[in-house]
């Protein structure tokens, strides 16, 4: 890439892009001080557990390279920008390599400082490779190996211009179609992707160190304490592995492309099939867990109550896996139906919540057939859902009502199509299948009382799923609306001002900020059960779905 183009990426970044980053790097670190803190700021094994999960979990969502998937193809009559210039690549690619980078490194700072005044020092010198999974680094090693040479053998690729779509006769074989979208030379785009890979070696290797180096978490044992980075390499490399194999995928798409002034025809990006072969690989190596959080599964192992042992409570807390899955179903109906998604982004979004809360009433039929009891008096509990979540609820509501005004008002002035009553009536219908588990919990028959309270805090983990789920609908409808209506808004707004038209210059990082925030709600466990007429509250917890 010439010097003089370098100089331009970085001369011409606005001070809104510099702000955000530093923006949510403060709300990551907050966020997981939140996790971690406990009562004397000492750490447990469970709350250590946790706080690594959540580190997984905010750099799995800050690695995807969904934007820029087509880097560098030139499409054929398409309204959208396409990224073709080496600014626009390099801001694609930067956010998800920097994030998650970022992410693993302010997990590993959050941690509390040592308050004991006398620390203990321990004569061993910790190196990275004594806490390193060996296997894993390995096959890391051998991505991002893949991904240099997919990146090296498509800078030796010519770039086509985009050709309209037409055909042209070939004598006994009747007519060739052809056209298509172009793309960039294969340099160019390679430059800004060897660049991105070269930058996620270099803050891995800096992020392991920092990990290996990490002060001694004084409530723990040493054998705990090396686990522990184990667990944080472990994330860390998997995390990393599928943004390397996205970079090949994105190398690969161009290279994949035919030319289109001389045929027509199909094309498979075999990188992104491996790709995808390695995200499936990522996400089954799991990593190790601490012995104090397994000997409970997130309980306390010396107290744990025998409500958390009831086959009833056993089967609601496996239905969380369950509602994991059936957030994915707009994702399968993509796979199954081709073009499926051409339509309003709000329709997935309400498909994917409404599935989790179809899934969330059948698990209270579920649980009604295998353990209700005609004559079992029916429990509600005094307090179905924490004030937290209420208020996340209601906040979320009211998040959604205002970017649907702001998005009717600007489109009206602006005269541009509305994108708003899409994302209303979506939300309308996520609110009405909200009462399918809100009636199932409320009528289901109760559960003989073995454990005082069991049934009502039964009722009462599905009322949190219910209300999780419409929070983190509402916060994400609220972000995709502002994504999806956006650029629309902007383009009119720089011919004819409309009412904030300062608030759609960001309109664009907000959405993207909303959409990331919902998808963290949606993955807030059930931290235990309600209160309930019979009994306190019962420390029963569960896994993250």
């Known amino acids: 890439m010439p010097g003089s183009e370098v100089v331009a990426v970085f001369s011409n970044v606005p001070p809104l892009a510099l702000l955000w980053p530093l923006l949510l790097a403060t709300g990551v670190y907050f966020l997981l001080r939140w996790v971690v803190r406990e009562h004397g700021n000492q750490v447990s094994a469970a709350t250590a557990s946790r706080h690594a999960l959540w580190v997984g979990v905010l750099g799995w969502l800050a690695s995807s390279l969904q934007p820029a998937g087509n880097a560098g193809i030139l499409p054929v009559g398409s309204a959208a920008r396409p990224l073709t210039g080496p600014a626009d690549i390099i801001q694609a690619l930067a956010w998800p390599v920097l994030g998650c980078l970022a992410v693993h490194a302010i997990g590993q700072l959050s941690y509390p400082r040592p308050r004991l005044p006398q620390q203990p020092v321990t004569l061993e010198v910790r190196k990275m490779r004594d806490f390193l999974p060996r296997r894993l680094a390995w096959t890391v090693l051998v991505v991002f190996a893949l991904a240099a040479a997919q990146i090296s053998w498509t800078a030796a690729l010519p770039g086509f211009a985009p050709v309209q779509w037409g055909s042209r006769p070939d004598g006994p074989n009747g007519c060739i179609p052809y056209g298509g979208d172009g793309r960039i030379p294969g340099f160019e785009l390679a430059a800004c992707l060897g660049v991105a890979l070269i930058i996620l070696a270099m803050g891995t290797l800096a992020v392991l160190t920092l990990i290996s180096r990490r002060r001694q978490l004084e409530s723990l044992p040493s054998e705990d304490n090396d686990l522990l980075r184990t667990i944080a390499m472990n994330r860390l490399l998997r995390t990393v592995a599928t943004v390397a194999a996205g970079l090949a995928a994105i190398a690969g798409n161009h290279a994949a492309r035919p030319d289109p002034s001389s045929v027509s025809g199909s094309w498979t990006n075999a990188a992104g099939v491996v790709g995808l072969g390695i995200l499936l690989a990522m996400w089954w190596w799991a990593p190790p867990k601490l012995p104090a959080a397994r000997a409970g599964n997130g309980l306390d192992p010396r107290g744990a109550p025998e409500a958390a042992t009831h086959p009833a409570t056993r089967l609601l807390v496996s239905l969380g896996a369950a509602l994991g899955l059936a957030a994915l179903v707009p994702a399968a109906l993509v796979l199954m139906i081709p073009g499926i998604a051409t339509g309003h982004p709000a329709l997935a979004v309400a498909v994917s919540a409404s599935s989790v809360l179809v899934a969330t009433a059948a698990g209270e039929l579920l649980l009604q057939r295998n353990h209700g009891a005609p004559d079992a008096p029916r429990t509600w509990p005094l307090q179905s859902v924490s004030p937290a979540l209420l208020s996340t609820a209601v906040g979320a509501f009211a998040v959604l009502v205002v970017a649907v005004v702001l ?74 609306l502002l994504l999806f209506a956006g650029p629309a808004v902007r383009r009119a707004v720089s011919l004819e001002p409309v009412p904030w038209s300062w608030f759609w210059e960001a309109s664009g990082a907000v959405g993207a900020l909303l959409t990331a925030t919902g998808v963290v709600i949606a993955v807030i466990p059930v931290r235990s059960f309600a209160r309930t007429p019979a009994a306190g509250r019962q420390a029963v917890r569960e896994p993250v779905t």
Do not use: K
């Open 407 to 480: 998005t009717a008002t600007a489109e009206a002035a602006a005269d541009v199509a509305p994108a708003w009553p899409g994302t209303a009536w979506a939300g309308a219908a996520v609110c009405a299948v909200s009462l399918l588990p809100l009636a199932a919990a409320r009528l289901r028959r109760g559960i003989p009382a073995v454990v005082p309270g069991l049934d009502a805090a039964l009722r009462a983990i599905t009322i949190h799923r219910m209300v999780r789920a419409l929070a983190a609908c509402f916060t994400v409808q609220a972000g995709v």
